[in-house]
Structure formats: C-alpha cells, structure tokens
T-cell receptor, first 113, second 111 residues
C-alpha cells in the first residue's frame, strides 16, 4: 500500500485480556519498528525487525509483550494479560533500509479498562 | 537523565513571530538527527533532517552542534498551521538501531 497501515485504529479491552495489534508496512520496506506513546511523551521504542527477525527487542517492557513478523512484511504486536498501564497509542513505522527517515502508521489507540 | 531532552513548552506565539526550539542528546555516538512534527492525535511525520553544516527548508532552519550535543529548530514567519508538537529525534546505527525521541515541544501559533 501507499503508507503504513495499522489495525485496529482503536481498541478497548478489559484488564487481563489478550490483544493483538497489526501493522502492514510499506511494500519493500525491510525495517519495521514498534513504538509506544503515552500522553505528553514522545514515542518510546519497543522492538525493531530487520526482515523476519527481531534485531532488537530491548524496548519490550516485560514478557507480556511479544511481536512477530513471520514473512518479513506484516507484523503483529501481542500483549498478554493486559494492564491499565498498557493504555497508550502503539505506533508502527517502516523504513527501506533502517537508516532513519521512517514512515509511521496512524497508530492503534489501546485503552485497558 | 533522558537520552533526548527538550523544553516541553508550551510555546504560544503570534502569527509572524520567529520561534526557536532546542534539544540536547546524551549519546555522543548518535549519527543522524531529525525533527519530526506531530499534530494532535496523529502520527509523527518527518519535518526535516539535521546536518552538521546546518540546513534550511523554506521558513525552517535546523542546526546541529556535535561538540555540545545540541540541536535546534528555528521557524520564521510562523503560520497558524505550524501549531503542533515538534519532536527532536536522534538515530544511532549501532546495536540499538532505532530512533530515540524527545518528549516534544508544543507550539501554538495565535491569530
């Protein structure tokens, strides 16, 4: 597609539930990033994929968070046993070669109630 | 200490004013520098890259001082449409190959 697509745009879930957030990057972009943005803060790095592999997952806050990119294109961020503190906008970005100048998707606004 | 620090503002300026934003970064090995713009409830969008020699794009001028680890953005002749949050961003192409964002500086241009 023309841009980075994220679905759903909004997700409300109950505390303790499992959620999946999807990112469809720009075609041909090998680098894919997940960020999390809380109100009044800049985006915070979660995980970086180069192709199918997670090149850097140092930003994942704990083992409830996991992300996959099985075919080197679409990525899914998975959050188990959601907590109210997980509420944020989850942003996905892709880049042709990982050298900055990323294009962001419009994000998924996750609300845990 | 945060890796990228910005004055959060808010900056409220009249149309036509000149406004400057500053940013400092802690990782001296940072290699690339950017300013992103983020409108309310929207995703960040690249405004401009920042080069050591300084660079200009219309009303926007970006400066980088590697010795002081300092980045700036100058906006001349502010327009109402410039109202947004401006994010200072650094990139380190090492093992942690990622963009690191500041918290952003909020700008409101008033009529």
């Amino acid at each position: 597609g023309a841009g980075v697509s994220q679905t759903p745009s909004n997700k409300v879930t109950e505390k303790g539930k499992y959620v999946e957030l999807r990112c469809d990057p720009i075609s041909g972009h090998t680098a894919l990033y997940w960020y999390r943005q809380s109100l009044g803060q800049g985006p915070e790095f979660l995980i970086y994929f180069q192709g199918t592999g997670a090149a850097d997952d140092s930003g994942l806050p704990n083992d409830r968070f996991f992300a996959v990119r099985p075919e080197g294109s679409v990525s899914t961020l998975k959050i188990q046993r959601t907590e109210r503190g997980d509420s944020a906008v989850y942003l996905c970005a892709s880049s042709f070669d990982g050298e900055g100048g990323y294009t962001f998707g419009s994000g998924t606004r996750l609300t845990v109630v | 200490r945060k890796e990228v620090e910005q004055d959060p503002g808010p900056f409220n300026v009249p149309e036509g004013a000149t406004v400057a934003f500053n940013c400092t970064y802690s990782n001296s090995a940072s290699q690339s520098f950017f300013w992103y713009r983020q409108d309310c409830r929207k995703e960040p969008k690249l405004l401009m890259s920042v080069y050591s020699s300084g660079n200009e794009d219309g009303r926007f001028t970006a400066q980088l001082n590697r010795a002081s680890q300092y980045i700036s953005l100058l906006i001349r002749d502010s327009k109402l449409s410039d109202s947004a949050t401006y994010l200072c961003v650094v990139f380190f192409s090492g093992s942690a190959r990622q963009l690191t964002f500041g918290s952003g500086t909020q700008l409101t241009v008033l009529p």
